[in-house]
């Protein structure tokens, strides 16, 4: 009887560790479905939230900006053909320079600063002095300093012409974007800002309601005090005299 009653114990645990692991493995199932389902909702309230964002830009957005990219490229040709003109007046004067340098025997042409403490060859890179002294340059050619003040002009004027294409490509990428319609307002506002931010002086100067602002003389400056105020100290009142003659 007593192994037999160890027996019915010994199920009834077994059964009730069972329903534990049971109660365990639905508790645990329950829980992850209830995650699960809070992220779905999550994700379905951010998709939303993306969506409602995501307001396309009107027929009537899309003909505004597009007024803007005909007026940037407009902008974009004259600051071209205005680049090219300063460099072409800038080569021209390089020229001028190159052809009253001093030519050395290697055929290369030469400018001495105008305290004789160094010289440059027409690269703008020095000729050290073992190759040439410098004081055997004779005086009448144009300075180091004049050349190297060209050769800087021409520098920015290249710079500044490939900024100016830079932003005419993206002029055109802008154009791409918005081919199709299919853009929302947000989008149309950032390339907006982009193409604002990309823009050179140059073409900027040359668009309606965005030129650089014009530096104002101060007119306080221009006046100047009068030499000798008129006080009542400095003032002579004639006065008549009959007896004086006129």
């Known amino acids: 009887m007593v192994q037999l009653g160890e027996h019915f114990r ?3 645990v077994s059964r009730h560790s069972d329903w534990l692991r049971q109660q365990k493995w639905f508790i645990k199932a329950q829980d992850q479905r209830e995650r699960r389902e809070k992220a779905d909702e999550k994700l379905s309230d951010m998709m939303d939230t993306v969506v409602s964002a995501a307001v396309m830009a009107t027929n009537e957005q899309l003909q505004a900006f597009q007024t803007k990219l005909d007026a940037y490229d407009e902008a974009t040709v004259i600051a071209l053909m205005e680049n090219q003109e300063k460099l072409d007046l800038i080569n021209a ?17 030469v400018f001495k600063s105008e305290d004789g403490s160094y010289v440059i060859d027409e690269f703008g ?16 050619h144009p300075s180091a ?10 520098k920015q004027l290249t ?12 002029v ?14 947000q989008e149309l506002e950032d390339l907006d800002a982009e ?11 040359h668009i309606p309601g965005l030129e650089s602002p014009e530096v104002t003389p101060d007119l306080k400056a221009d006046i100047q005090p009068a030499a000798n105020p008129a ?9 008549f005299d009959a007896n004086v003659p006129g």
Do not use: C, W
């Open 10 to 12: 010994s199920d009834d």
């Open 93 to 109: 004067e390089v020229d001028e320079l190159l052809s009253q340098a001093y030519v050395m025997e290697d055929g290369r042409r």
């Open 125 to 140: 890179e020095i000729v050290e002095p073992d190759e040439l002294d410098p004081m055997a340059i004779p005086d009448g």
């Open 145 to 154: 300093e004049t050349y190297e003040g060209k050769l800087d002009t021409r």
């Open 159 to 170: 710079q500044e012409r490939q900024d100016i294409l830079d932003f005419q490509e993206k």
């Open 172 to 185: 055109d990428a802008a154009r791409e974007d918005i081919a199709d319609g299919k853009i929302s307002e």
């Open 195 to 205: 193409l604002l931010d990309a823009m050179p002086e140059s073409v900027r100067d």
């Open 231 to 239: 006080t009542p100290e400095n003032l002579h009142v004639k006065t």
